[in-house]
């Protein structure tokens, strides 16, 4: 899969960055990074969950990460002060803000796959592909400060069309249409996932105005 922004295209598969066919430079780890920003770009990534990925079995400092943002900013003429691609989240960490256009490898047939949400009170959180940790953690894909919620509560990974929710050995549960999880469970939209005693709902959007214009 190929990334094209503005001037910019990134293949994780070949590992290269070209700006207008030309190559760009960049070391091995602030490749990954930019990989792993653009791959997470609905969401800002932790400085704890870019350290863990980048150095999985290595103990660094945040200079280390604060270095590869550096480089990564040069190669892409972007600027700390007025982002056009990766921009720092106080205290938090960073997020890819480019207009990103997704393309197919040659040869590849695209098809439409459906999007994934969570709805927590007032907020929307959209699903990536693969495994989305909810808990209280900074490193969480889905955060959810609340009390009774576990550090990594529990986990939505989505994969050929499909989301499974399994629980992450918390402490107080997770529960699913009101049986508790033992193992991995298959979601449905409108699905009701309780976290201890936080309710949050299970969506894919345009799936009731799918059903709804079936049955006309």
Known sequence: MA???????????TRRLLRDD???HLSPKAFDLLSLLIANRTRAMA???????LWPSTYVGETNLAGLVAELRRALGDSADDPRYIRTIQRFGYRFVGTLRQESNPGEVTKPGAKYWLVWETRQIAL?????????????????DAAGVSRHHARITVDAGAAMLDDLDSTNGTYLRGARVTS???LADGDQIRLGAVV?????????????????
């Open 47 to 53: 400085k704890a969950h870019l350290l863990a990925t």
């Open 3 to 13: 990334y094209e922004f503005d001037e910019f295209a990134l293949d994780p598969e």
């Open 184 to 186: 991995p469970c298959r």
């Open 22 to 24: 030309n190559e760009v």
């Open 128 to 144: 990536n592909t693969g495994a989305n940790v909810i808990g209280r953690a900074g490193d969480a894909e889905v955060w959810i």
């Open 200 to 216: 949050i709902t299970f969506r894919i959007p345009g799936l009731a105005d799918l059903t709804e214009t079936s049955a006309m």
